[in-house]
């Protein structure tokens, strides 16, 4: 039974017998899909390293992040220092692998936190519409205005620096789109008949949007989402670069840029090694966030 | 079972229903004919809780419908199969799922046992329960539809041009079962179309609509006879008979 139950067979089964069969069934064709897209697997490759590096960097970071011997003083890319050292002496490689963990930290504060308050404004706006549109999209509007970054630094200038309150001021930047395209999903669905056959069940309004509604935006968040990342980790960079994210010697991936600023015609290694690390990650969101989307549409699922 | 006296609908300055007056008793299947834009969908919204702005009585049993307020009690009573099957199933949610819901919101226990035997009475095989809707033919997902509005075993059904988007193959498999749900159920029909032979294989009586007015009402007898009463009546029976020929 225990056998036949993890079957290909039984995954694949176009008349599941259970709820749970239909649903594993589901993730499992959705799986194999984003398999057959080497670009995406690319993507979810650099994501898995991320994540084993930053789960993983006090045991493969050779040396301290933060103790470095005034000797060994920018020395270039060598067996012994394979990104070699930063102008403290400290090994490069080490604060990049360390640095992989402040990385991921800021990304996934920021989805965790503006995905949900995006999804939940646009889906409301769009549903009810009316002044609860007006009023929500007024204020997501005032939001979407205003540049990011700058927004961001506003709020860090308030705030004080740190990397608490750099996720803050990404998040309060994040969000607004996310409600934008949760709010022009739910414009579509909202008048279909499959909605007015909920509500002719009885359905509340709560039980509609947070049942019928959410399912459909949340593919499309997290598409957006995933492809923010990059967009997420390069604000969180420039507010490490010009010093309002995380505080030395915390070893994020913008401040180290920033350090290595100074030496970059000599010691080109110092602020390459840090920004290649930023380039890949992004581009492993980018790749992902693209495969998903292929795998999460409907409309191109269907075919 | 559907009292209706002087229902008026406006659209904001279009006034899409006037005057409409019907009385169908129970168990009676109805039908409401007449071209696009006639105001025959229009009624049944506004007795769908669909529309707000309507004036008129309308008693459904022994509850009388108000503007804007769809009460409770109703629900049970009153469900509705939607024209396009492919547009009246969520796209992301099973069968299982779409049979469930209703059960979930009225709280009803014995929920497996009541939907198998749903899946059973529309003619659906239970193999397909955890099936998306995109895997599913139009003719099997409007039978899920037919199946969603009788889980709340409702006493009314409105229909709207429920075979329209059906292959004809499909057609008379849907109308059959609608025929026999009725007889089995004891179901008053309210059924909207612009399809005549429709209406001789399902109704009892029918109401032919013209720019929201009610031109007559007749018997299924005088449709199938050629007799009706008014002149667009019978002018609407000479054109789907034009139409017939031209497909032969």
Known sequence: MTLSVLSRDWLLDENPETRLQAKLGQSYRMTRALMRNPLAVLGLVIILALLVVAAFAPWLAPYSPIEGSLSNRLLPPSAEHWMGTDELGRDILSRVIHGSRITLYIVLLVAVLSAPIGLVLGAVAGYFGGWVDRALMGVTDVFLSMPRLILALAFVAALGPGIG????????????????????????????????????????????????????????TIIRVTLDMAGIILTAAGLGFIGLGAQPPAPEWGAMISRGRTFILDQWWVATMPGFAIVVVSLGFCLFGDGLRDVLDPRQRSK | MIRIDKLNVHYGSAHVVRDVSLDIATGESFALVGESGSGKSTVLKALAGQIRDWSGTVDLGDVRLSPGKHPRELIRRVQMVFQDPYGSLHPRRTVDDHLDEPLQIHGLGDRDQRILSMLDAVGLARKFRFRLPHQLSGGQRQRVAIARALMLEPDILLLDEPTSALDVSVQAEILNLLKGLRAERGLTFLLVTHDLPVVSFLCDRLAVLKAGQIQEIAGVEQLRHRNLGSAYGRELVAAAEGVAAEQA
């Open chain 1, 165 to 220: 309150n750099a996720v803050i001021a990404i998040t309060i930047t994040a969000w607004p789109v996310y409600a934008r395209i949760a709010r022009a999903e739910t414009l579509t669905i909202r008048n279909s008949d499959f909605i007015a056959a909920v509500r002719m069940l009885g359905g509340s309004h709560w039980r509609i949007v947070a049942r019928h509604i959410l399912p459909l935006c949340l593919s499309s």
